[in-house]
């Protein structure tokens, strides 16, 4: 995180200045004689009590800061302690107390912290106050002029490394004050702390382009006035004029593009032709379909499309005419109900009794006629004329389906399973087929001349190389 070192920490604008700098992310070491215990505090202001009269003291305090501490983000000297008495009467203690404090422990304090200044190009920012309002203002005009020559020579000095050195002068306004600026939070002819330390962090985060050196910060007037509300309307009637321009820089009218006229389509239609297709689009009109939607009360508000006044089928419910299919799928319809209706009022047939053939080679009846064309092993074609009709015989006797004779005995009495036994297992217990003989058990260690033999393949027999014929043996 980075750190400020702030001079005069214990009274105004040090303390605005402080509570913005920890506001915007910054850890703030104060340095002043005393603290009061109703002053800001927050965990990143570290206050550091000493005697600022006290050089030394100053320089070792600075000095195990930035042992600490390496990111010195600038230093901001803000201390004043002005005389009570006039220079002639001031005694020669507080004169140097008073240069002390305000400027050779902010000489030396800079001299500490100048190295790492430049390494890290940071800020430097004296803050002198005019003192109107007591008489030993000569020594108050020396101090703020040696701080304004310091800072304005280390910027020419330290222009190149990066070091912005800046001196923001308050002028007061002379006495006497308004007694009214004390009963206000934003009073006109004093200096608000607020806007000290809006100007101490413009100066810190302005851009590396350019510095500002010198900032004079004043009341805006010399006594405490009723605010007058600026009205919103424009200050000059002028404005309010509106001013066209000439006829001669008018832009030139438009030239209309020449468009052709639609023409109907020849398989378009004629419009005066009734669409009946076309949806019924009135108000009171519903579909039927969607007729349940409708609560009950406002059914009657609606009006049902007559199927007589319309080509519609019998019977049709629909609010459009049908479509082919559709009068097709009526007509087959129909006709269904109607064969259905009809064989519904046709009585039904009556029952005939099968008769068996007779065999093949029996004999004819005797009061068959047999005709010449009748072949052997056939029956007679038609009986004769005083021969009883057989079928007659027949049909007058009824036929009678057998049916099997009951069960002879008695029907046993059913007698029921005897009570599960619920701690055995429903599964029986496995028992060998008694034909066999159980199967001998397996011997865990084989002896070598029961153990199966191996089927690994013999090892191959290494070939013999072949060798040239010698010269010689040829």
């Not at 305000?102 to 430097?124: G, K, Q, V």
């Not at 350019?210 to 805006?220: F, G, K």
């Not at 393949?457 to 010689?472: D, L, V």
Request: net charge neutral; proline share 16%; charged share 20%.
């Amino acid at each position: 995180m980075d750190i400020v070192i702030l001079t005069g920490a214990a009274s105004e604008p040090a303390q605005s200045i402080a509570r913005r700098l920890v506001s915007a992310g910054l850890r703030v070491y104060g340095f002043d004689s005393h603290f009061f215990d109703q002053g800001f505090q927050h965990k990143d202001f570290i206050p550091v009590p000493l005697n600022l009269a006290d050089p030394a003291a100053v320089l070792a305090a600075a000095t195990k800061i930035l042992t600490n501490e390496t990111l010195l983000a600038g230093v901001i000297l803000a201390g004043h302690h002005p005389l009570p008495d006039p220079l002639e009467s001031a005694h020669t203690e507080d004169i140097l107390f008073s240069l002390n404090a305000d400027l050779a422990a902010p000489l030396l304090l800079t001299r500490a912290t100048l190295p790492t200044l430049i390494r890290r190009r940071s800020h430097l920012i004296a803050i002198t106050h005019d003192a109107p309002e007591f008489p030993a203002n000569a020594l108050t005009a020396t101090i703020t002029g040696a701080l304004r020559s310091l800072t304005h020579a280390l910027f020419e000095e330290l222009r190149d490394t990066g070091v912005k050195t800046s001196h923001l002068h308050i002028a007061s306004n002379p006495p006497p004050h308004d007694p009214a600026a004390r009963l206000t939070h934003a009073p006109q002819s004093q200096v608000q702390p607020d806007i000290v330390a809006d100007v101490v962090e413009t100066l810190l985060r302005l851009r590396e382009n350019n510095a500002l050196t010198e900032l004079v910060l004043r009341p805006q007037a010399t006594r405490e006035e009723p605010r007058i509300p600026i009205s919103s309307e424009p200050r000059l009637r002028a404005i309010q004029v509106i001013q066209l321009p000439p006829p001669q820089n008018l832009p030139p009218p438009e030239e209309p593009i020449p468009t052709p006229t639609r023409k109907r389509p020849d398989y378009a239609p004629d419009p005066t032709d009734s669409d009946p297709n076309a949806d019924d689009d009135s108000d009171n009109s519903v579909d039927p379909e969607l007729l349940y939607l409708i609560k009950p009360s406002s059914r009657a508000t609606y009006e049902t499309p007559n199927p007589a006044s319309l080509p519609y089928p019998e019977n049709w419910q629909g609010p459009r005419p049908p479509s082919r299919r559709q009068i097709e799928r009526l007509e087959k319809r129909n006709r269904y109900l109607e064969t259905r209706t009809k064989n519904k009022n046709t009585p039904p047939p009556p029952k005939t009794t099968e008769v068996a053939a007779p065999p093949k080679n029996a004999a004819p009846p005797a009061n068959a006629v047999v005709s010449p064309e009748t072949t052997e092993g056939s029956l007679p074609l038609r009986p004769s004329e005083n021969a009883t009709p057989l079928l007659a015989n027949v049909a007058a006797t009824p036929r009678t389906t057998e049916v099997a004779p009951p069960t002879a005995g008695e029907i046993p009495e059913f007698i029921p399973p005897p009570p599960r036994n619920v701690s055995t297992s429903d599964v029986p217990f496995f028992k060998p087929p008694t034909g066999r003989s159980p199967a001998p058990p397996k011997e865990k260690n084989p002896t070598p001349a029961a153990a199966a033999p191996s089927r690994r393949r013999p090892p191959a027999k290494p070939r013999r190389k072949k060798t040239p014929p010698s010269p010689h043996e040829s």
